[in-house]
C-alpha cells in the first residue's frame, strides 16, 4: 500500500468498499473482491477489509498467493483463519488463486480448498505470468483420485475425458508447448520405463498407474479400434477425428481429408498424433492474408540454397519469389519476405516431430517481431515492449512446415495491424499471439 498505492489503510477500505458498491449498482450480482498478496498481508487488516467488502456485496472472496511464496500448510491456515475471523464470510464464497514460483500452486489450491475454499482459480496447462498458476489438470484430478478418500470429499463438476483435448487445444492457440513430463497432460505422463514397471504394468495396470488414461480423454493405441491408412476413407476420417473431440465441417473435413490421403500414400498407418497435427495445421490457423500454394528447394554444399515460393494474397492473386540463403529454411523465409514486404525478425524456432520414425510429420513453431510492429504496455512494470507473434506449421516434409508456421505468424502479425485505429500506435495490451 505504502509503496505502490501510495494510500493509507482506510483509503484502502474505501476505496474497496466504494469498488464492490459499484459493481452492485451496474446489476452485478456476483461480485469478486481479490486482496493482492493476501498470504504477506498483516493478518488483523485483512479481516477488517474482507468484512467491509462483504458489507458492501462482494459476494465472492479471492484469496492470492500473489508471489507464490506460501506452504501448503501456511496457505491452508490463512484460508481457515479468514473463516474464523472475518464477519459475514458465511454469506460469501472463498476463493484461491495460487502463482507456481516456487512450485506449490497446486499443493497450496488443494490445501485451500481442504480448509473451506470453494472456488479455485487455475488454468489449463498451468500457464501464466513468471512460473504460472495453478494447473487446472493437476488439481482436478488430485481431487478425482483422492478427494473422496483423503480430501473430505472434495469434488468438480467438470468431464474429465476432454482435458487432453482441452490441453492440447490451449497449446495450439497459444504456442505454449507443453513439456513432456508434465504431469497428467506430459507426453511421458503414462510412459514406463523401467523393466519392473513394465512387468507390473503388463500383469496389472492399476500396479503402478494411479490415473487411467481414459479417465482424461486418451486412448491407449493397444487398444483403439479402427487404423486409418489410406484405404480409410472421408466417414471412417470424420468418425475417428470426433472421437477425438474435433467437429469439423464439411469445408474443414474435405481440406483435412486431402492432407490425410497425402500422408497415408507415405505412411502405412496414420495415428492420432498425426490427425491432431494435421487438424491443428488447418483449424488453428489465424484469417489468411498470405497462403502457401508451391515451393522449390535446392540445398546441399555446393552453394547457397536458393527457394522459390508462390503465395496467394486475400484477393485471389498470386505471387512468385526467388531468393538465396544460408539454409533452405532461410532462403525460404527471404523469398516470402520478398513477397509480404513486411520485414520481421525471427526471435524463436523449434521444430518437434509427431511421432517415432524417419516418416513422422514434423510440427515447427516460430515466433517472430515485426519491424514496425504496434508497441505494447506491460500489464505490471509498465515497461514498454515489441507485441510477438507466433505461428505453427505441420507437415512431412520440415521445410514446408517451416514456411507454413512463418507465413501463420505474418498473418497473425498483419492481421493485428489492420484491426488497430490508424492513429493509435500503441496498444495498451501485452499479450503474445
Request: charged share 25%; aromatic share 4%.
Amino acid at each position: 500500500m505504502e509503496h505502490k498505492l501510495r494510500k493509507t489503510k482506510q483509503q484502502v477500505v474505501e476505496i474497496a468498499r466504494s469498488m464492490v458498491k459499484f459493481a452492485r449498482s451496474l446489476g452485478c450480482d456476483d461480485v469478486e473482491f481479490s486482496p493482492e498478496d493476501a498470504g504477506r498481508s498483516d493478518r488483523k487488516f485483512l479481516y477488517e477489509i474482507l468484512g467491509e467488502v462483504i458489507k458492501a456485496g462482494a459476494t465472492t472472496l479471492n484469496i492470492p498467493d500473489t508471489v507464490g511464496i506460501t506452504m501448503p500448510t501456511e496457505f491452508g491456515k490463512l484460508i481457515a483463519d479468514i473463516k474464523a475471523n472475518t464477519p459475514g464470510i458465511e454469506n460469501v464464497v472463498i476463493s484461491t488463486h495460487c502463482q507456481n514460483d516456487l512450485g506449490l500452486s497446486t499443493a497450496n489450491t488443494i490445501a485451500g480448498a481442504c480448509a473451506g475454499a470453494r472456488q479455485v482459480e487455475v488454468t489449463i496447462n498451468g500457464i501464466g505470468e513468471r512460473a504460472g498458476n495453478a494447473s487446472l489438470e493437476e488439481v482436478v484430478m488430485a481431487f478425482k483420485c483422492r478427494g473422496e478418500h483423503i480430501l473430505g470429499g472434495l469434488y468438480t463438476g467438470i468431464n474429465t475425458r476432454h482435458i487432453v483435448m482441452a490441453s492440447k487445444m490451449v497449446e495450439e492457440y497459444t504456442g505454449l508447448h507443453v513439456q513432456p513430463h508434465k504431469a497428467i497432460v506430459g507426453a511421458n505422463a503414462f510412459a514406463h520405463e523401467s523393466g519392473i514397471h513394465q512387468d507390473g504394468m503388463l500383469k496389472h495396470k492399476g500396479t503402478y498407474e494411479i490415473i487411467s488414461p481414459e479417465d482424461i480423454g486418451l486412448e491407449r493405441s493397444s487398444e483403439a479400434g479402427i487404423v486409418l491408412g489410406k484405404l480409410s476413407g472421408r466417414h471412417a476420417l470424420k468418425d475417428r477425428l470426433k472421437e477425438l473431440g474435433y467437429e469439423l465441417n464439411d469445408e474443414q473435413l474435405g481440406t483435412i481429408f486431402w492432407h490425410f490421403k497425402a500422408v497415408a500414400e507415405q505412411k502405412k498407418r496414420v495415428t492420432d498424433a498425426d490427425l491432431i497435427a494435421l487438424v491443428s495445421d488447418e483449424v488453428f490457423q489465424p484469417e489468411v492474408v498470405w497462403k502457401l500454394l508451391d515451393m522449390q528447394v535446392t540445398c546441399g554444399t555446393l552453394g547457397l540454397s536458393t527457394a522459390t515460393v508462390k503465395l496467394m494474397d486475400a484477393n485471389g492473386e498470386e505471387h512468385v519469389a526467388c531468393s538465396t540463403g544460408t539454409g533452405p529454411v532461410d532462403s525460404a523465409y527471404k523469398a516470402v519476405d520478398l513477397i509480404v514486404k513486411e520485414p520481421a525478425t525471427l526471435l524463436e524456432y523449434s521444430m518437434n516431430a509427431v511421432t517415432e520414425g524417419i516418416d513422422a510429420i514434423a510440427t515447427t513453431r516460430v515466433l517472430i517481431r515485426g519491424e514496425k510492429s504496434q508497441l505494447s504496455t506491460h500489464a505490471s512494470t509498465g515497461e514498454t515492449v515489441q507485441r510477438t507473434f507466433s505461428g505453427t506449421g505441420a507437415g512431412m516434409d520440415i521445410v514446408v512446415s517451416s514456411v507454413k508456421a512463418y507465413i501463420g505468424a505474418l498473418n497473425k502479425m498483419l492481421g493485428f495491424k489492420d484491426q488497430l485505429p490508424a492513429k493509435d500506435s500503441v496498444e495498451r495490451t501485452s499479450v503474445s499471439a
